[in-house]
């Protein structure tokens, strides 16, 4: 009777410190988490809206910037296209004396596989820009004076313009040259140039 007895205590001794260390553990579990290997990769739905919400403020912030640096880039390329008209009227008047100035940019153009450069395609210009289109801006000459000699009309002035293509998204202002090299410009984006640059 004792042996028994005996075994059955010593049985519910060993259940009663099973049971405890069980015990034990979810306490040590609870008030020492489990280390990062063990837990669950990723993110929390907290975490990315905040990521998201930081991302939304800096594209707010840089969308404009890069809009205004997008439109003070093609005003200056706009400026430099100009003297470039200027330069190659320069060119065109020293070969074609007799035609004076160009009062067309496809005049300035044209393309060195078509032939032999000529007073209707002297090949001064680059293509796009004799194509009247570039970085947001058209360009034309404009207000050509000209004189008659011997039965030839020599083109002796023109105004040159660069406007935005659509004003105050590709550009501010519109700008203008003459065959006097002075570059102009017109803050309302028009072709009323009547501002110097500095």
Not at 39 to 44: C, H
Not at 57 to 66: C, E, K, T
Not at 125 to 132: E, H, K, M, V, Y
Not at 145 to 153: G, R
């Amino acid at each position: 009777m004792m042996p028994s007895m005996l075994r059955t205590l010593v049985c519910n001794q060993d259940f009663c410190n099973q049971d405890f260390s069980n015990q034990d553990r979810s306490r040590q579990n609870a008030f020492h988490p489990q280390p990062e290997s063990m837990r669950e990769s990723g993110f929390t739905l907290m975490e990315l809206l905040i990521v998201i919400s930081i991302m939304l403020i800096l594209m707010l912030i840089a969308i404009p910037n890069f809009a205004g640096m997008k439109m003070q880039a093609n005003e200056t390329s706009a400026i430099q296209s100009l003297r470039a008209i200027y330069e190659a009227q320069i060119q065109f008047q020293t070969t074609y004396p007799a035609n004076g100035f160009a009062c067309a940019l496809s005049a300035l153009g044209g393309d060195p596989k078509s032939g032999a450069p000529s007073p209707q395609q002297a090949q001064v210009l680059q293509g796009d820009l004799a194509g009247g289109q570039k970085s947001g801006y058209t360009f034309n000459i404009v207000n050509c004076t000209k004189v008659t000699v011997n039965n030839q009309d020599m083109y002796t002035g023109y105004e040159a313009t660069a406007v935005p293509q659509a004003v105050g998204k590709t550009g501010h202002s519109g700008f203008c040259i003459d065959q006097q090299g002075e570059v102009r410009k017109d803050p309302t984006g028009g072709t009323n140039c009547t501002v110097a640059l500095q």
